[in-house]
Structure formats: structure tokens, C-alpha cells
């Protein structure tokens, strides 16, 4: 059956018309290349929707060298009285772009546009400037820095450098200053480890340069050596009442007859050493001078197999008397009616 000319004619346009490309519309959720995020969206950084008659705008604030401490707030006075506070983030919670970058965020509404007197504190200090908010549908970024008691706008004043660094300039583009960022906590805890080694290092100078203690000299004329004695026990009452009668006498071992000026050792076997200091801590009080006396020299305790007697000598040096009953035979040998010591 032959077509009508008019449904040929149709069929022939339809054909035509396929050829062209048809235009995608991006859905009200998806953004096509280089579309920008509509008014109803929002970027983290980036300001909120902003309403006719006093809609919302974003506040950030840069403290690259950070002041700012504890909890940070923003008061913001319009010409008109209004008042509104509100907290300034640094935690990376929307809006805020990025955690402890020193970069505070705030969304700010019901503010109308005109002047605005801008205060930002925290729990100690505080900074203030005036502020313009111009009119209009989209929503404009208020961006300060802090620097000092300054607070001061980005934008023909400052800018950002590589690495971190913000540079402040003037209107002509000259740089008036660069401020680095703040260093991180691991810096400080190095610089902790290097204070206390410098103060560790500087404490032992101090102790080991340090003159040992000694003993104080004295100009004296030196004492006479008072050589060792042995004696017989049927002797010994007459060196008692003899020549050691002016001697407050210690004495180790037992004595058949006691006389006022013999101090008995009760220790039963005292080292060397032990019996010296008795009698040195003696010689420090006051009374007569001291001798040591030994009626049984056996009593003397010296592990190792040394001779008691010898280690004994050493260590009077000759400083007192030193008596012992059936002594060295080297040593002076004392009889009745010689001379006394």
C-alpha cells in the first residue's frame, strides 16, 4: 500500500533529527565536569547557602603562629544591635576542612549585611576589627589572621607561599613579612631531650670536677712513735700500776687483778680494724690519754689467714701504747724496773 506523502514526509524529518546529539542533564545530587556546586551545596571550607535578609556566611580565622588557646569564639555586632557569638572549630568538623591545621571555622547566620564589629577570644585574650558584608545571593568567606594583637584580612594583605609559609604584603605587592608555621610536638619533645641532656651533661662536670674531701693540714710538730711492747703475764700488774697508770687502758682478754683505768672489750673476737676505732673514738673524749692493751691477742679475728698482730701494728702506726702480752719477740720487751714507755 503506497505511503501518504504527508506520514513520508514525517518519517524523513524524525530520521533527520537523530542525528543530533542529545543533551544529559546531571541529576539535583551529581556535578558534571566543571559544573560548580550549586547554591544549595556545600564544600568543606566553603561558606553554607546564604539567604536574602541576613543568611549564612563562613568565618575562618588563621592563627599560623598559635595564640589562640582553649575554647575559641567569635561575637559579631551589627550596626543595627545584633549580637550573635558563635564557636570557632579547629577539630576538622564540617565546615571545617582540616583538624589542628590552626585554621579556625565557623558558619555564621542571622547576620545582616552592613558594618559588623568582629571580636574573636579565647579563654584569655581577645582580638577586634570591623568587618563589611556586602549584599548579594551568593555567599561570601570572611578569612582574618592573627598575627599579634593584630587581627588582620586575607586577601590584598596576606597570601599563602609554599610550604606552609604565609606571607604578608602590602598594596603594591611588597613582602613585609613571612611567618613559618608553628612546629609540631614532635620538635618540642626533642627539644625537651636536648635540654636535659645539656643540664645532665653540665651536672656531671660539676660532680666529678669537684675536689674530693680530705683531711685539713695542720703545722704541728709531728708526735713521737711510740713503738709496740710485749710484756710477760706475771708482769702485767706492775706495767698496770707502772708506766701505763696515766693511760686510760683498753683492754682485750681478762685480767687477774682489775684496776680503775682498764676499760674491758666485750666484744669476743673483734677484727683489727673494730678494735683501732674503739680506741681512736676514745682518744676523742676528754680524760687521759688512751692505750691498748692485749692479754689475749688469740681473741683478734682477721679472715684469711693474715697475722692479727702485724695488721694490728700497721694500723696504730705508733700513735699510742700498744701492750700485748707475750707479744712478737721483735717487738720492745718491757721488764720491772726498766724504762717506762
Not at 260 to 265: E, L, Q, S
Request: proline fraction near 10%; aromatic fraction near 6%; include cysteine.
Amino acid at each position: 500500500m503506497p505511503l501518504h506523502p504527508t506520514v513520508l514526509l514525517a518519517c524523513l524529518t524524525v530520521l533527520a533529527g537523530s542525528d543530533e546529539p542529545t543533551e544529559r542533564k546531571a541529576s539535583p545530587t551529581e556535578t558534571m565536569p566543571g559544573q560548580q556546586y550549586s547554591p544549595g551545596q556545600a564544600k568543606p571550607g566553603q561558606a553554607p547557602p546564604r539567604k536574602p535578609g541576613g543568611g549564612g556566611l563562613l568565618l575562618k580565622i588563621q592563627d599560623p603562629d598559635g595564640l589562640l588557646d582553649g575554647q575559641v569564639k567569635a561575637v559579631l555586632k551589627t550596626s543595627d544591635g545584633t549580637e550573635r557569638t558563635f564557636k570557632l572549630r579547629d577539630d576538622g568538623t564540617f565546615p571545617d576542612a582540616q583538624a589542628r591545621d590552626l585554621t579556625y571555622t565557623a558558619p555564621v547566620f542571622g547576620i545582616s549585611p552592613g558594618t559588623i564589629d568582629l571580636l574573636v577570644k579565647d579563654d584569655e585574650r581577645e582580638w577586634s576589627r570591623q568587618a563589611t558584608l556586602e549584599a548579594g545571593d551568593t555567599a561570601p568567606l570572611l578569612e582574618y589572621l592573627i598575627k599579634g594583637e593584630s587581627l588582620m584580612e586575607m586577601g590584598s594583605e596576606t597570601r599563602r607561599a609554599p610550604q606552609g609559609k604565609l606571607v604578608i604584603a602590602n598594596e603594591s605587592g611588597q613582602v613585609i613579612q613571612t611567618t613559618h608555621p608553628p612546629e609540631t610536638e614532635g620538635y618540642w619533645l626533642w627539644f625537651v631531650l636536648a635540654g636535659a641532656l645539656g643540664v645532665g651533661t653540665w651536672a656531671g662536670s660539676v660532680w666529678f670536677g669537684r675536689r674530693p674531701p680530705g683531711v685539713c693540714r695542720l703545722d704541728e710538730s709531728p708526735a713521737a712513735f711510740l713503738p709496740p711492747t710485749r710484756l710477760e703475764w706475771e708482769h702485767l700488774d706492775q706495767a698496770l700500776s707502772g708506766p701505763l697508770s696515766g693511760y686510760r687502758v683498753v683492754c682485750l682478754g681478762e685480767l687477774e687483778h682489775q684496776t680503775g683505768n682498764v676499760i674491758p672489750c666485750i666484744e669476743q673476737s673483734p677484727l683489727p680494724t673494730e678494735l683501732l676505732r674503739a680506741v681512736e673514738r676514745l682518744a676523742a673524749t676528754v680524760g687521759p690519754p688512751v692505750a691498748l692493751l692485749l692479754t689475749a691477742p688469740d681473741l683478734l679475728d682477721l679472715p684469711g689467714g693474715a697475722d692479727s698482730l702485724e695488721t694490728l701494728e700497721k694500723a696504730v702506726a705508733g700513735r699510742f701504747p700498744l701492750w700485748v702480752v707475750d707479744g712478737p719477740c721483735r717487738w720492745q720487751d718491757w721488764q720491772p724496773g726498766s724504762l717506762s714507755s
